[in-house]
């Protein structure tokens, strides 16, 4: 393309400038080939004529180019293109990250920004570097992702002057490394990392002119990964600036730690060191700058400390550290005074204080040390001699030994460092971070610098090679014909430097001359290297020289070039230190050989000894000591090759400005280090090429607009393509198709946006050319119809007032006809009414005479069935209870006969005769007991009968009373009579006073007219009281609102801030959990396991079964269990008996004892004991209960009696557990013994039935009693019944007290069915007491009688199933573990059509309701807390399963709810009912268990949150921001980005089918509404963070369509939340942040109106993230204008006067959980009707 078509009238150019660099001009006079000069406009104006000697001026970039993310997009690449992109971000949108090619330019803002929290990490973390805007973290995200997927050592190149920001990027870096590649086992590895990073500072950094934190050496971090995750790391220091240790400029300080041990001189342990302020120490003073105004030097010192702590460095090595600090300030105190005046000599006072301060701190003798400062020992072949030094002498001899100590220091830190860094495993891959000094060019250019800008020659190199590999690469891979690019090779220079002869060669040659000065060395230079194109020597005579770099000239001054490199220390003075007493500082100075193994045994902890190696050994080693300009080449060369073997990442810091003042951009300092950090050359390789590259699919996007319809019928994007551009270009040579992108040269993409433009402008005029056509149209339209309209209007009402006269004519007709016909209807209505009154009274007189006879015939017939049926029933019940009488009669013949062929067999044997005789004596007593009761209840039946005749009686009287009732009927009859001839005798009289009352009523009228208006000014005076009440009460109505407001507030945070603790609790439990795990795996992996504990650990029923198990038993208890089935039913017997809850009992080793040698006798026999014991204790439990229910004095009154009891047997149990009472031989005694014990134990059974039998008396008296009071309520119920006139009430009065003796009679058989079952227990109790005396001999007898008593005990405690069920799951202690099992640990939902998904809550709450029922409370705790720890071991092993998940939470809130339901809190069972109170809790105080479980429902919730979140979070950037639902709109999108040609991974469809799945499992599980509304609150909360946080950190979603698309993504939300029912659930004001960034992007943002209606439409944004957004605003190509700074500037005043300053956090804090709140909702089922299924293996449980 000529330049013709270029430089045309309106195109913009770029021409130099000496301030601004380069400026903007526009072309107003088209160019021709030819002309010498261009005419020009500038911004302010002006005309200009701008010659053209060599070429004309680089054009600018299109509008939608300039500011692009990367700088190689750019269509032109020069210099100014690169300098207005980097200006415009910089300013405009505070962009301090640029792309350019594989470089990061990173510009220091100088202020601290919002785009560093943990947020921005995760959001970068797993991103392609193109999908989001330049970052380091992008960068980093990028080295770490190649380093994992291929494997290999990669490298972050960090490089920039002194201010630049390079320490704060390395350390950013580090942070994202290790908060990706957390440490996988050792938690602290990562903190040890970042912990390297004051202490490095504190050492090695110190305020200079141009940075407050400069490094003063470089570093080289290698962070170490195994498996993706941190496992170490390792620092490598590069060419320390020892010089600011005895010498700082004006305004700048030595290092940090001096001052910052100055600063905390007050510290008690520093006191003894000698520490003043920094302006009394002559190394710390010469800056005249002992303070930073943005460091706090006392508080650096802390973090300095905790670091070291952290590294494992301990304190007493810290205060030696510190103490070795302080001597080099001593040090450098001490006072040299010359001994005449010309200088010969010099010495140093004994008294001198700094010198016996040094000499304290570090172990050495002050004659010593003053003697080798001012002389000096030299060592000929034969003899020794003393040389005296000048006082200049003794002062570099000073400054030189504090150099090299402060050196050491530094050394030995770094080792240190590296040494708590250190990986023992070692590491596959590594990621190296190199934070390096830039290029440097002083007015004074000494050895330092000359090191700095040769390592950066080094690095110059291997950057462009690395720059030119990557782009034969890219053209290689696409098949692009290759043409070789020149660059700019400096391997001359370095040549110049590190080459045979060179610099450095003559340097180390003059330093090892004896004589060796800097201008013999200058000379040398001069001869050598003359002829060189990169070396000059300087136009004025002195000892200097000029070297040609890739980034200028430099001149440098020769002087102190040897001494410096030499780096020589008196080794006199080295051989003080080597010998001092201070064990840190011996070990500084040991050999190189020596001393790794001395740092080694130092951290091994073994006593440390004062290393004093001979002196034979200082020569040696100062004579192989290398120079340092040879050990800076060596390691630079190592350096090289490590970054050679890894895969580089260029990092470039600028600094914007000398004065360090936020986003201040100077044009002339930034070009300068642009073209020092090599950013241009990669500019200049890529624009000698095809720089602007896109894919097919990005190029039609683009340009769509410029294909033709033919082209757009093809199917390939590629021949596409090629056929638009040879339409297009028509110059084959300015593009190139590659296999998957085309290739531009430098101003094609420009040339096709204009293109473009041009397109799209035509498209819009003829757009506007219809519709102003169209309104035009429509506008007449309106006009015509707006005519048509006033017409009609017009007509309508002419016709419709000739309407309404006739309507008024015919309605006064209408009116006249229909009161003529009101009055004459009226007249005959009134006769009508009269008729019909008269026939209705004479047909109901008729009718009331025929019901009155029928209802007399039906009463007698009711009357008669009563009374026969009475009497059969009474005939009835006399035959049966003499039968019955006889029975027993016969029965008691019989057992009286048994009893006497008993005693008659009894008294054969005379000793058993002596023992049973007072049992025969008590059974005898209780059967004279028996038949007393049988007599009491004989006379109770006769009483019932005598009742029931005087019933009988009482009902003759009734049916008396009935007939004199009738009679007073018929007298009635003739009263109504009467009562009609007064009724006709009134209406005459009242015609006659109708007159009178019509004149009293107008008089009324009038007087109520007067009141009416009296009461309306009353109305008004109240209505305007009213008001102000109501005002009043809406004011107080406000303000009560308010102060809610605040108290739900308060609430929220206190229940936020209870919930973060929850979490931070499960968080440490976890972790505690975590160390256990690994110290087991630990144990287990050192120690072999015997075999009962691999079978202890086998599987997981051992693991419940050992958790039910007692906590007396010991381990051979639980062997016992496990050798077999019957040791283990023994094992749970014996747990049974031995627990007795009060007075002494013995361990369970003494039972042990005690039974070993035994035979099975004795075992059996002890059995038997536990299992009375158990018996006794559920009997006096069942006692116990039976008190409850009556009178709150009466179980008081008995305890004593219990307690005596329990001793008794306790006292029993002891005498036959007492080893001295044991006797082999004497199985008889133990048998005779073991059945007097069950003897008294049925001797108090049968107490406890005779005191139920007793109770059902006292029972049988309340009934008869309540029967007379019944029969007394009738006879008050007969006269009432005589005062009334009815007969109905009489009939339901009778049929009412018939139904009651019916249920009186049902009561009787009850409770003689009850005295017959008490009979029967009592037989059966008879008989088992005669087969024990018979049958105690032996012991099989023995143990069915103890097994026959448990059942017993059972059966007492147990009802019968056959009554109304308790609701509660009857259980034993050692079935905790076997319930768990079957409920929690392996439960599984019920997955048929009605289950209900909370069973496992009620059935732990019927098992807890139990124990309540027991009064066992720690049998009920146990349940719960074992219930808490299945479930936490459940969620641990499934926490991803949403499902398991959600099931778990609902049990939790379910168990939660019940405990309060059930409760003795009337706030929870007020909506009960009558059934469910009676199930209420009575004994067991559950507000703890509910405090610990509603600690479970929240971790179970914030478990679920996070399940949740984990699959939403790869969802909602892809489905919100990138998927396209709106076709065509991405073309608008700007150009010039790093975009991932990848569609997107998920749509808007898929997540709301995610959300909805997870809705679907909280329902489907039986979660709280509520708890389901505030889990998905929380997880749009996430959506809408999420996306906003992305849509703040990527440039290109910032556009006008890209709001379109956004806005219509949350339309779908919104209509997925009203289909779902969820509208109202307070879910949709989470995306109000959203919706207004939505809008945001759409809003006009031009005027000040439009500032004022941004301001006020987003108030859920905060103000950074709208300032923001309008920065980040890309606008469409000639369709929109750019956001002017003004308008964002006035936005940003706006929103700081109506919001303040708020939060300065840019990102949304998507981790954040909101408070939730757990409601009660009270259960509707009953849980008597709980059907538990029989797949749950919970057999074992007892449904009572």
């Known amino acids: 393309m000529a330049s013709e078509d270029l430089y045309t009238q309106g195109a913009r150019v770029w021409i130099p400038d000496s301030v601004e660099v380069w400026r903007v001009a526009e072309i107003t006079r088209s160019y021709k080939e030819g002309d010498a000069i261009l005419h020009l406009c500038l911004e302010d104006g002006s005309a200009l004529a701008y010659p053209i000697e060599f070429q004309l001026p680089p054009l600018c970039n299109p509008d939608c180019l300039s500011g692009a993310d990367d700088l190689v997009a750019l269509s032109y690449l020069h210099e100014p293109a690169v300098l207005h992109s980097l200006r415009r971000r910089f300013l405009e949108a505070n962009a301090i990250y640029t792309y350019c090619g594989i470089i990061l330019v990173a510009i220091n803002p100088y202020k601290p920004l919002p785009i560093y929290e943990e947020e921005v990490i995760y959001a970068y973390s797993g991103r392609e570097m193109g999908d989001m805007d330049p970052h380091i973290f992008a960068l980093a995200e990028e080295a770490y992702k190649q380093m994992v997927r291929f494997g290999k050592n990669q490298s972050l190149v960090i490089s920039g002057e002194s201010g630049a920001g390079k320490t704060a990027s390395a350390k950013y870096a580090m942070r994202y490394f290790t908060t990706v590649g957390g440490s996988r086992c050792n938690s602290s590895m990562e903190e040890k990392v970042l912990a390297s990073s004051p202490i490095m500072e504190a050492f090695g950094n110190a305020k200079t002119t141009r940075n407050d934190n400069s490094s003063r050496f470089g570093k080289y971090i290698e962070i170490g990964f195994s498996q993706a995750h941190v496992t170490g790391a390792t620092i490598k220091t590069y060419l320390l600036e020892k010089s600011r240790v005895t010498f700082q400029a004006k305004a700048e300080r030595n290092y940090h730690i001096f001052y910052q041990l100055c600063a905390s001189a007050t510290l008690p342990e520093l006191q ?49 550290l510190f103490s070795i600090l302080v001597a080099i300030l001593h040090l450098g105190n001490i006072v040299v005074r010359g001994r005449d005046r010309r200088g010969d000599g010099c010495f140093v006072e004994a008294a001198d204080e700094a010198l016996g301060l040094f000499c304290r701190l570090l172990g050495l003798e002050a004659s010593q040390v003053m003697r080798w400062l001012c002389h000096r020992k030299l060592v000929t072949a034969g003899e020794t001699y003393l040389k005296p030094l000048s006082r200049q002498q003794a002062l570099d001899s000073r400054d030189a030994l504090a150099k090299h100590m402060y050196g050491q220091v530094f050394r030995w830190m770094v080792t240190r460092v590296n040494y708590a860094l250190r990986s023992l495993e070692g590491h596959h891959t590594s990621i190296g971070i190199l934070d390096i000094y830039g290029f440097e060019m002083f007015e004074l250019n000494s050895f330092e610098q000359f090191c700095i800008n040769y390592a950066n020659e080094k690095l110059q190199q291997l950057f462009n090679l690395h720059v030119f590999k990557l782009e034969q690469e890219d053209y290689v891979t696409e098949e692009i014909p290759w043409v070789f690019i020149e660059f700019c090779d400096n391997q001359p220079c370095i040549e110049l430097i590190e080459g045979r002869l060179g610099i450095l060669d003559l340097l180390n040659e003059e330093c090892k001359m004896p004589q060796g000065s800097d201008s013999s060395w200058a000379q040398k230079l001069y001869q050598t290297h003359l002829s060189s194109s990169h070396f000059q020597k300087p136009k004025r005579p002195r000892d200097a020289f000029v070297v040609c770099h890739f980034a200028g000239k430099v001149e440098y001054q020769c002087d102190g070039f040897v001494e410096k490199n030499r780096d020589a220390v008196p080794k006199e003075l080295v051989g003080l230190l080597q010998a001092s007493k201070c064990a840190l500082l011996a070990e500084l100075f040991l050999e190189e050989g020596d001393g790794p193994t001395s740092l080694q045994s130092r951290r091994s902890g073994g006593p440390r000894m004062a290393a004093r190696p001979s002196r034979r050994s200082l020569p040696s080693s100062q004579k192989s000591k290398k120079t340092i300009s040879s050990q800076f080449k060596a390691s630079l060369n190592r350096l090289m090759e490590m970054l050679g073997s890894t895969t580089a990442h260029y990092i470039r810091c600028i600094k914007p400005n000398d004065g360090k003042q936020p986003f201040v951009f100077d044009s002339r300092r930034a070009v300068e280090q642009l073209r020092a950090c090599g950013v241009l050359e990669t500019i200049r390789i890529s624009a000698s090429g095809y720089p602007s590259r896109w894919t097919y699919q990005e190029f039609l996007e683009r340009y769509r607009a410029l294909l033709s319809r033919e082209e ?61 056509g169209w309104l035009a149209r429509r506008r007449f339209g309106r006009a015509r119809a707006a005519a048509v309209c006033l017409q009609c209007h017009a007509r309508g009402m002419l016709a419709r007032r000739f309407t309404r006269m006739l309507r008024r004519t015919r309605a006064a007709v209408t009116l006249q006809k229909t009161l003529r016909m009101v009055l004459a209807r009226r007249s005959y209505l009134h006769t009508r009414r009269a008729v019909i009154t008269i026939q209705a009274f004479a047909r109901g007189m008729f009718a009331r005479r025929l019901y009155q006879q029928m209802l007399w015939h039906q009463k007698a017939v009711v009357i008669q069935a009563a009374v026969r049926g009475w009497l059969a029933r009474t005939h009835y019940t006399r035959l049966r209870g003499a039968v019955i009488y006889l029975q027993c009669c016969y029965r008691r013949a019989r057992a009286r006969r048994e009893l006497r062929r008993l005693r008659v067999e009894a008294r054969s044997v005379e000793h058993y005769k002596q023992l049973h005789r007072g049992m025969e004596i008590k059974v005898i007593q209780l059967q004279c007991r028996l038949d007393e009761q049988a007599q009491e209840k004989q006379r109770l039946a006769e009483q019932l009968s005598g009742l029931n005749a005087a019933h009988a009686e009482e009902l003759q009287r009734l049916q008396a009373e009935v007939q004199r009732l009738q009679e007073e009927v018929a007298r009635d009859s003739q009263v109504h009579q009467l009562q009609e001839r007064l009724a006709e005798l009134e209406r005459n009289s009242v015609k006659g006073y109708l007159g009178q009352e019509v004149e009293e009523l107008r008089q009324r009228l009038a007087e109520v ?41 308060e609430l929220e945070e206190e229940r936020a801030r209870y919930q973060s603790l929850v979490q931070e609790y499960a968080r440490l439990e976890q972790g505690y959990e975590n160390l256990r795990d690994e110290v087991d795996f630990h144990r287990q992996s050192t120690l072999r396991r015997s075999p009962s504990s691999e079978s202890f650990l086998g599987s997981e029923s051992s693991y419940l079964s050992s958790m039910s198990t007692a906590p007396s038993r010991d381990g051979s208890d639980q062997q016992a269990e496990a050798s077999g089935d019957t040791g283990g039913d023994s094992g749970g017997q014996e747990e049974r008996w031995q627990q007795v809850p009060e007075g002494p009992q013995p361990s369970g080793e003494m039972l042990l004892n005690g039974t070993v040698g035994q035979d099975p006798f004795e075992k059996a026999y002890l059995l038997l004991l536990g299992q009375l014991n158990a018996v006794n204790e559920e009997l006096a439990r069942t006692r116990e209960e039976l008190r409850r229910s009556k009178a709150a004095a009466e179980p008081e009154e008995r305890k004593p009696l219990d307690f005596l009891k329990r001793r008794n047997i306790t006292e029993m149990l002891r005498l036959g557990r007492s080893p001295e009472k044991v006797a082999v031989d004497d199985d008889l005694k133990h048998a005779y013994d073991a059945v007097q014990v069950a003897n008294r134990l049925l001797a108090s059974q049968l107490r406890e039935e005779k005191q139920q039998h ?45 139904e009651q003796n019916w249920e009186l009679a049902q009561k009787l058989e009850k409770q003689e069915r009850t005295t017959l079952k008490l009979q029967k227990q009592l037989r059966a109790y008879a008989k088992q007491i005669q087969e024990l005396t018979v049958k105690r001999g032996t012991t099989r007898p023995v143990q069915e009688s103890a097994e026959s008593a448990v059942v017993l005990s059972h059966s007492t405690m147990v009802p019968s199933l056959s009554g109304r069920s308790q609701a509660m799951l009857a259980w034993r202690m050692e079935d905790t573990g076997r319930i768990i099992k079957a409920i929690i640990t392996d439960y599984k939902p019920q997955s048929r059509l009605g289950a209900l998904p909370e069973l496992p809550a009620y059935i732990l709450f019927l098992c807890f309701r139990h124990a309540d029922h027991c009064c066992d409370e720690p049998r009920a705790r146990s349940l719960l807390d074992a219930a808490i720890d299945a479930i936490k071991r459940v969620m641990k092993k499934h926490s991803d399963d949403f499902n398991t998940v959600a099931l778990w939470l609902a049990n939790t809130c379910r168990l939660l709810n019940c405990l309060r339901q059930y409760s003795q809190d009337e706030i929870y069972w007020q909506g009960n009912t009558a059934r469910q109170n009676e199930h209420r809790l009575q004994n067991v105080d559950p507000q703890s268990s509910c405090h610990s479980l509603g600690a479970l429902a929240v971790q179970l919730y914030q478990q679920l949150i996070r399940t949740a979140e984990k699959c939403l979070r790869p969802m909602i950037v892809a489905a919100m921001l990138e998927s396209e639902p709106i076709q065509g709109l991405s073309s608008s999108c700007p150009p010039g980005r790093r975009r991932s040609s990848t569609a997107p991974a998920h749509t808007l469809p898929e997540l709301l089918q995610q959300l909805g799945s997870f809705c679907a499992a909280m329902d489907h599980h039986g979660l709280a509404p509520s708890v389901g509304h505030q889990a998905l609150r929380q997880l749009l909360f996430l959506v809408t963070g999420t996306t906003l946080n992305y849509l703040l950190l990527r440039k290109d979603t910032c556009c006008w369509s890209r709001g379109i698309q956004l806005r219509y993504n949350i339309s779908q939300l919104e209509q997925w939340l009203r289909a779902e029912g969820l509208h109202q659930s307070g879910a949709w004001e989470m995306l109000e942040p959203l919706v207004q960034a939505a809008q945001l992007l759409q809003v006009k943002k031009v005027t000040e109106e439009d500032a004022g209606a941004l301001c006020s439409l987003c108030t859920a944004l905060s103000p950074q993230q709208v300032v923001k957004i309008l920065r980040a605003y890309t606008p469409s190509a000639g369709l929109e204008e750019r956001v002017s700074p003004s308008f964002i500037s006035s936005v940003e005043r706006q929103l700081q006067d109506r919001y303040g300053e708020g939060s300065s956090q840019l990102l949304v804090d998507t981790s954040h959980l909101f408070p939730v709140h757990l409601p009660f909702s009270a259960s509707p089922l009953h849980l008597d009707e709980l059907c538990i299924p029989d797949g749950l293996d919970l057999a074992f449980l007892v449904r009572l």
């Open 712 to 772: 757009l019928m093809g199917t390939d994007e590629k021949q596409i393509c090629s056929l638009a551009l040879e339409r297009l270009l028509q110059d084959p040579s300015k593009y190139q198709c590659g296999k998957n992108k085309v290739f531009f040269r430098a101003g094609q993409v420009a040339y096709l946006e204009e293109l473009r433009y041009q397109r799209l402008r035509a498209a819009c005029t003829l757009l506007q050319r219809h519709l102003r």
């Open 1009 to 1049: 007219e007067a009141m009416k208006l009296q009461l309306a000014e009353e109305r008004d005076t109240l209505t305007q009281r009213v008001l102000e009440q109501s005002q009043d009460l809406e004011e107080q109505h406000q303000r009560a609102a308010r102060d809610s407001q605040e108290l739900l507030q």
């Open 1254 to 1298: 007793e109770e059902e008396v006292e029972g049988l008296h309340l009934n008869i009693s309540s029967l007379k009071q019944l029969s007394q309520q009738q006879a008050a119920l007969i006269k009432d019944l005589q005062q009334q006139q009815g007969q109905e009430g009489l009939q339901h009065h009778v049929l009412r007290l018939k």
């Open 272 to 320: 003894g060191l000698g520490l003043r302020g920094a302006e009394s120490f002559h190394y710390t003073c010469q800056g005249h700058c002992a303070t930073a105004q943005s460091t706090s030097d006392a508080a650096d010192l802390d973090s300095t400390r905790h670091a070291f702590s952290l590294l494992g460095v301990p304190e007493a090595e810290q205060l030696e």
